[in-house]
C-alpha cells in the first residue's frame, strides 16, 4: 500500500549540550541540516516539526540553554515548528523552579504543550523535579487526550515525554516511569515517544506495541544498554560513537512510519518501524509475539576461529556470524575445561550494533588459564532470546 506523506517530525532526546565540549552541539546541527536534506529529496519536501524529548541540557545552565537555542535558531527553517521538554539534566543547576523560568526567559515556551500540526494533535509533558509526572500534569495529560480523541477518529495522536513508560521498550527496565501508563492505556491509537535511556534507536525492541504503541528516541552523547550481564556493563566501551534521531511520517491514511537514523554515518539504519493503523490494537505486529518464533543467527560455514595461547593467556577472535533479517545483538563465550568438564569461564558482551558499520570480527582474552586442554563455545544471540548453535574451538596450554 502506498505510503502518501502528509506530515513528517524529527524527534530526538538526552543531546546533552555541555558549556565546554561542541560535540553534541555539533551532532545537533548536523542531524537538522541531515533531516532537511532527507525531506527535501521525498515527494513531501517538509520538515514540519522538531521535538527535542527532554535532557537536550546536561545540567540546565543558562548558557547550555543558549547555546540550544542558538543551535535551533539557525538550523530550523520557516513552518518547521519546534517543541522541547525538559527532565532531570535540566534540573541540575538550580532544581526545577530555576528551569522553569529560563525554558521561558530563553525559548519562550510552555514546558507541556499540546500542538496540532498537520492535523495530528502533538502533546508533550515537562517532568518534575526529576523524571516523575505528577497528579495536576496527569490530569492535564488526560485531558488534553480527551480533547485529541475527539478530533482523532483513525488518526495516531503523538505523545512525548523524556523518561520510558515501564515495561514497553529496550531500555525501560532500568530507566522507565509508569506515572501515565494507565492514562494512555485508554487511547490504543497514542504513539509515546521517550528518551532517557540512551538505548539505540535501532534495536527493534525499541519499538513496542500492547496497549498503545511506544518508540525509544536514543541520543545524541552516548549509549547505554539495558541488559546487566555484559561484561562491559550497561555502558558499552565506544558509548561515545552515540548520534541518533528518529524521522517520523504519517501518511494521508493516518498510517505512521518511523525510521532510525544515524548522523554518524549520514544514514538510515532501515526502512524503520510501519504502523498502519494505530487506532486498531489488533493490527498491532511489534508485540511480544516477536520473542515466540523469531529467526536464528547462525555462523556461516568454514568461520574462522583463531585462539593464541600466551603466558597463561588466551586470545579468542572470530568472524561475525549471520542473521536471516536483523543484526546480532551479542555474543556469549564459554571457556570449559575438557578433562574436568568444568565451566571456568562465561563472558557476554555487546555486538556493537548500535553502530551503522558495525564490525566483522570480534575477540576477548582469557586470562590466567592454566595448562590443560580446553573448548570455547562461542554463541551468537539475537535480540528475542534466539540464539546460534554454538561455534567451538579446542586448544591446549602447555
Not at 77 to 99: F, I, P
Not at 126 to 140: D, M, P, Y
Not at 237 to 253: H, M, N, T, Y
Not at 268 to 282: E, K, L, S
Request: proline fraction near 5%.
Amino acid at each position: 500500500m502506498a505510503f502518501n506523506t502528509v506530515m513528517r517530525m524529527m524527534v530526538c532526546s538526552d543531546i546533552h549540550i555541555k558549556e565546554d565540549c561542541p560535540v553534541e552541539p555539533e551532532r545537533f546541527e548536523k542531524g537538522l541540516k541531515d533531516a532537511y536534506l532527507f525531506a527535501e529529496k521525498c515527494d513531501y519536501p517538509f520538515l514540519d516539526a522538531v521535538f527535542t524529548v527532554g535532557d537536550f541540557a546536561n545540567r540546565g545552565t543558562e548558557e547550555q540553554m543558549r547555546i540550544c537555542k542558538s543551535f535551533l535558531d539557525k538550523g530550523l527553517k520557516k513552518g518547521t515548528v519546534s517543541v522541547l521538554s525538559m527532565a532531570s539534566h535540566e534540573y541540575m543547576h538550580d532544581g526545577y523552579e530555576g528551569a522553569l523560568q529560563r525554558f521561558d526567559e530563553i525559548f519562550g515556551q510552555v514546558p507541556d504543550m499540546h500542538t496540532v500540526i498537520k492535523g495530528f494533535h502533538c502533546i508533550s509533558v515537562t517532568t518534575e523535579k526529576g523524571c516523575s509526572i505528577g497528579e495536576e500534569k496527569q490530569k492535564w495529560l488526560s485531558n488534553e487526550l480527551k480533547k485529541a480523541a475527539a478530533d482523532s477518529e483513525n488518526k495516531p495522536i503523538f505523545v512525548f515525554q523524556h523518561p520510558h513508560i515501564s515495561g514497553t521498550v529496550y531500555g525501560s527496565a532500568n530507566w522507565g516511569d509508569d506515572d501515565i501508563y494507565s492514562i494512555l492505556m485508554d487511547y490504543p491509537q497514542v504513539i509515546d515517544f521517550s528518551g532517557h535511556s540512551h538505548a539505540p534507536v535501532n534495536d527493534p525492541r525499541s519499538v513496542h506495541q500492547k496497549h498503545f504503541t511506544c518508540f525509544g528516541t536514543g541520543s545524541l552523547s552516548y549509549f547505554e544498554l539495558d541488559e546487566f550481564d555484559f561484561i562491559h556493563g550497561t555502558i558499552p566501551p565506544d558509548k561515545g560513537q552515540c548520534a541518533q534521531f528518529l524521522i517520523v511520517e504519517v501518511s494521508d491514511r493516518g498510517a505512521v512510519r518511523v525510521k532510525p537514523y544515524d548522523i554518524l554515518s549520514g544514514k538510515f539504519f532501515d526502512d524503520g518501524a510501519v504502523i498502519n493503523t494505530p487506532w486498531n490494537p489488533d493490527s498491532f505486529v511489534y508485540t511480544s509475539a516477536r520473542y515466540l518464533a523469531p529467526e536464528k543467527p547462525y555462523f556461516e560455514e568454514n568461520t574462522v576461529v583463531k585462539i593464541v595461547v600466551s603466558d597463561n593467556r588466551a586470545a579468542v577472535s572470530f568472524e561475525a556470524a549471520k542473521s536471516p533479517s536483523e543484526r546480532i545483538n551479542a555474543y556469549k563465550l564459554v571457556l570449559k575445561n575438557i578433562e574436568t568438564g568444568r565451566i571456568l569461564r562465561q563472558v557476554r558482551f555487546t555486538s556493537e550494533y548500535y553502530l551503522y558499520d558495525m564490525p566483522q570480527e570480534y575477540s576477548f582474552t582469557f586470562d590466567d588459564v592454566c595448562k590443560g586442554k580446553y573448548l570455547v563455545g562461542i554463541t551468537a544471540e539475537g535480540f528475542w532470546n534466539n540464539c546460534s548453535s554454538p561455534l567451538t574451538k579446542e586448544f591446549e596450554v602447555r
